[in-house]
């Protein structure tokens, strides 16, 4: 599976000198240069590992530091930080706020290189190592076994299409946060969102009638008005 690395920011111009060294482990990389594009990216992609570029100067200490336990609250992927700030201080600040790694913006490319792969060798073991009891998603009576790709509620098989699994699927693996329907249609069918109300609300009512004991009142997949659907 090819692996993918976020650059975040890039105003040190890591993104061009480490772009090269990636293509030749074949990692792909995906470049945000602002924080709507950040968040578009993450909540469309599967990232292995982020390199943040965060100007830490004296004036930017704290947003630099907040976005970066930001990130480490919704993502568990290994996060690099690059700083043109050599500052001990700066480094403690940026690994107790979560950072995996810290390094300055003049490192040799190939030593990030090798703490790249390092970081990325880490989690793809862990995952591996908990990857069966990490894909049970649970919400009331409702259980997702993507292990078994099984679906039940109350105990109850419930026979869902490929699609239906995968939709249902996505908004329990982030229970309690709403998705719109853009996000999930590109999630899902790997595509840019023309028309996806409708085919997104087709496949909603379907998933409500198969898991909910009242459709027209759900008590598992529920509607935001003007904004999308969540699980929880």
């Not at 990636?22 to 990216?41: P, V, W, Y």
């Not at 950072?99 to 989690?123: F, H």
Request: with cysteine.
């Amino acid at each position: 599976m090819e692996k993918k690395i976020l650059i975040y920011n890039n105003k040190t111009g890591i993104g061009e000198k480490m772009e090269p060294l990636f293509r030749g482990e074949k990692f792909a990389t995906l470049i945000a240069e602002d924080q709507e594009q950040l968040r578009r990216i993450l909540s469309s992609e599967e990232i292995h590992l982020m390199l943040i570029d965060v100007e830490l100067n004296d004036k930017g200490w704290d947003k630099g530091i907040e976005m970066i336990a930001a990130l480490r609250k919704n993502s568990r992927v290994p996060l690099v930080v690059v700083s043109a700030q050599s500052a001990e201080t700066a480094k403690i600040m940026a690994l107790e706020a979560g950072a995996d790694d810290y390094v300055t913006a003049d490192c040799n490319p190939l030593e990030l290189l090798a703490r790249v792969k390092s970081q990325l060798r880490r989690y793809i073991q862990l995952v591996n190592k908990y990857a069966d009891t990490g894909r049970i998603y649970r919400v009331d009576g409702l259980v997702i076994d993507d292990v078994q790709r099984t679906v039940t509620v109350e105990g109850k098989n419930v026979r869902l299409t490929p699609i239906e699994y995968k939709i249902l699927r996505l908004l329990a693996q982030q229970k309690g946060k709403v998705l719109s329907n853009s996000q999930i249609y590109e999630s899902i069918w790997n595509m840019q969102a023309f028309g996806a109300d409708n085919i997104i609300a087709v496949h909603i009512r379907h998933i409500r009638e198969k898991i909910e004991a009242n459709p027209k009142e759900p008590r598992y997949l529920k509607a935001v008005w003007g904004t999308g659907y969540k699980v929880g």
